[in-house]
């Protein structure tokens, strides 16, 4: 399956190449949100949020309205999860808040995963697990974690119902993905495996949907190298 993802900054729709460089932006939230209404689920991503930069609610909740959506971004409360969900989302994305630090290490904060599972459903949370140099990476992308996505996998496993993986040094660059990267998630857990990170091509996606993998993609739509 693929899932378009919007990433809004500073109330534009924007793709960025490795979470830091600005490359496309459009505020023709009307065409985006026609041309993906067909889609069974779209990823919408608060970008200011995530970088604890402001936010974007009131087009989160717009566009959340209109299109099924998996929405993220600086999600750091069970609170916050209620109100997306309320807004019309489908799907709420845990990233950053769901690692922190003890005695100088970086662990995964199962009480926190417990909340969102009993308090919202396992079937509405999906963990996001964003890696630089083989690190899970937090606060948009600018931290580490001190952990590898293995680590965090076999952590969050009992408590949601899809991972969603970046993998940050491919992002927005349309390489590729590393589909060896996939196979060996894929082997990891059960639950929905969603991977970002550089796809460029109808192939890649074909390929992932073999292992039973779904495909996020941004910077291919937006510059039209991959057809919707």
């Known amino acids: 399956m693929l899932i378009p993802s919007i990433d809004l900054m500073g109330g534009r729709i924007v793709q960025l190449v490795q979470g830091e460089k600005l490359k496309l932006a459009f505020d023709d939230f009307e065409y985006w949100i026609e041309r993906f209404s067909s889609y069974p689920m779209v990823q919408l991503i608060d970008l200011d949020a995530a970088m604890r930069q402001g936010d974007n609610a009131a087009l ?34 845990f990233g950053s808040a769901l690692f922190r630090s003890a005695d ?75 589909l060896e990267v996939a196979r060996s998630l894929r082997s990891l857990t059960d639950r929905q495996l969603i991977v970002a990170g550089g796809i460029r091509e109808q192939r890649e996606i074909d390929a992932l949907h073999q292992m039973n993998v779904d495909a996020v993609a941004g910077m291919a739509i937006y510059t039209g190298a991959l057809a919707t």
């Open 104 to 178: 100088g290490a970086g662990v995964v904060d199962i009480p926190l995963a417990g909340g969102i599972q009993e308090e919202i459903g396992a079937e509405r949370f999906v963990a996001s697990i964003d890696t630089k140099r083989g690190q899970v990476a937090v606060k948009g992308w600018r931290e580490q974690a001190g952990l590898t996505p293995q680590d965090a996998i076999a952590a969050l496993n009992p408590f949601c119902g899809a991972f969603l993986y970046t993998h940050v040094d491919t992002e927005g660059t349309m390489q590729g993905f590393p």
């Open 60 to 93: 989160i909740e717009k566009i959340a309205s209109r299109l099924p959506c998996q929405v993220g971004g600086g999600i750091a409360t069970i609170e916050r999860a209620r109100q997306v969900l309320a807004s019309g989302a489908r799907r709420v994305i």
